[in-house]
């Protein structure tokens, strides 16, 4: 039982290149959220899903595109990378029961835009 | 919106003495909160959570409290150990859509040990 993996753990971009960041979760969770870290700062929600073939936006969405095509697996797209989203990603999963809101966390991929 | 923030960035503690990190909630209505620990290089793990109807829950060598009335929650490490050194986080949720909730971080606590 791995929890969340995440790839690749590292990624250095040019301005306007594109990239896809990989989370996987085999603990057969319906939620998964990503979420980015800054400098001084907390985790802020970038895209969240909700189930296989759902996404919807979170805080921080602008720039960013997802998907859930298969209920493991949650994909971040950067389709023009700019600096400003030079960041550390975290990719997150929960299982849906009421009542608490227990999210497990991947090791994160840190990504420098040039 | 809701915030949540944290008392002080920085914290220095001797081995073996008792740690408190302080966090402070803006919004009335959150009803769950949770501490994470972020180790160096390592994505949050979860330590603790409480509910808005407890004032208080124990772990193995945590505690958290919470103060409804001032809008304050504390994570208390007893006989803090060189492995506790970390950035400590508190969060709350609030509900996005489809029971999907966010979970909103403050700034974190840098807890460091000292020998």
């Known amino acids: 039982n791995a929890g969340v993996t995440q790839t690749p753990k590292f990624r250095v971009l040019k301005t306007g290149q594109s990239m896809t960041l990989l989370c996987a979760q085999d603990?057969?969770?319906?939620?998964m959220y990503w979420y980015r870290q800054d400098p001084g700062m907390g985790l802020r929600l970038i895209h969240y899903s909700v189930g296989e073939g759902t996404t919807a936006k979170g805080e921080v969405p602008d720039g960013y595109n997802v998907s859930r095509l298969k209920k493991q697996n949650f994909l971040l797209g950067l389709e023009s990378a700019a600096p400003s989203q030079t960041s550390v990603y975290f990719c997150?999963?929960?299982?849906?029961?009421?009542?608490?809101?227990?999210?497990?966390f991947g090791p994160g991929t840190r990504l420098t835009v040039l | 919106g809701e915030s949540v923030g944290l008392h002080l960035p920085t914290l220095s503690v001797q081995e073996g003495d008792n740690s408190i990190i302080n966090c402070a909630y803006s919004?009335?209505?959150?009803?769950?909160f949770i501490w994470y620990k972020q180790e160096s290089g390592k994505g949050p793990q979860f330590i603790i959570d409480i509910r808005s109807n407890m004032d208080k829950r124990q772990g193995q060598r945590v505690t958290v409290l919470l103060n409804k009335t001032v809008k304050h929650l504390s994570l208390q490490i007893a006989a803090t150990q060189p492995g506790d050194s970390a950035v400590y986080f508190c969060?709350?949720?609030?509900?996005?859509?489809?029971?999907?909730?966010?979970?909103?971080f403050g700034q974190g606590t840098r807890l460091t040990i000292n020998p």
């Open positions: 919004n009335s209505a959150s009803d769950y």
């Open positions: 603990m057969n969770h319906e939620y």
């Open positions: 997150a999963s929960r299982r849906r029961t009421s009542g608490t809101d227990t999210q497990y």
């Open positions: 969060a709350d949720r609030a509900l996005v859509a489809q029971g999907a909730q966010k979970l909103v």
